[in-house]
């Protein structure tokens, strides 16, 4: 069964799905239904079918597939799906003092498009940015591109980030989280509209888990974990 879902884990079922959609979809899905059944009225059968189509596809971008992983509860999950286009040291003071590694995710517009926490943690801080809207995949588009960026402190006192980043098609990022709120391993924490890229800041005394070029899925890649609960 497949049903509307929510932020914060709302569903409109208790039966578990394999499969629910974010809200931000029917606002662009909602008129390819509309305008469909209006040429289906007036005999345009085929290009109904076509707006349909069109309908359907857009409705997949917003999808959320059912996610579970059960293993160490101090390895952070990858927060986007996509793929691993760099892995680098960083420094960013709003996420915390000291050197981070970068694991930035490029999403193309296939790719499922809603983010989840890493870990489990408490938001200790949000910020918008607003900026440009160059292509994702360009270096610099961390640095001027629309960004919502939330800080997470894990039960270990750790900080890390996640950075949602607009792209050339990419219109708009939605966060779900307030400042304040305690997430489990895996909650959803937003959606980025139409291609994009996610960074996650990590401190350099974790163990990064996956390589540039690997494709990684939301709640559910295993992507850093603490040296010291690696060892």
Do not use: C
């Amino acid at each position: 069964m497949l049903f509307l879902a929510i932020p914060k884990g709302f569903a409109l079922s208790a039966t578990p799905a394999i499969m629910t959609f974010a809200k931000e979809a029917w606002p662009f899905v909602l008129p390819f239904l509309v305008l469909a059944i209006v040429l289906v009225l007036a005999d345009w059968h085929r290009t109904a079918i076509i707006l349909l189509v069109l309908g359907l596809g857009t409705l997949l971008f917003f999808r959320i597939p059912r996610r579970h992983f059960d293993s160490d509860p101090d390895v952070l999950l990858a927060p986007a799906s996509g793929h691993i286009t760099s892995i680098e040291p960083a420094i960013d003071d709003l996420v915390g003092a000291g050197d981070y590694t970068r694991i930035v995710t490029f999403l193309s517009v296939f790719d499922v498009h809603v983010q989840r926490a890493p870990g489990a943690a408490k938001v200790i801080a949000i910020e918008f940015r607003a900026g440009r809207k160059i292509a994702a995949f360009k270096p610099e588009a961390g640095e001027v591109n629309e960004s919502l960026l939330t800080v997470f402190e894990l039960a270990s006192s750790d900080t890390i980030g996640v950075r949602q980043i607009a792209g050339l098609v990419a219109r708009r990022v939605v966060g779900y989280l307030e400042e304040g709120d305690i997430v489990e391993r895996g909650d959803l924490m937003g959606v980025i509209k139409f291609g994009s890229r996610v960074d996650l800041l990590v401190p350099q005394g974790y163990s990064v888990l996956v390589t540039e070029g690997q494709r990684v899925h939301e709640g559910l890649t295993p992507i850093a974990v603490a040296e010291s609960s690696n060892s």
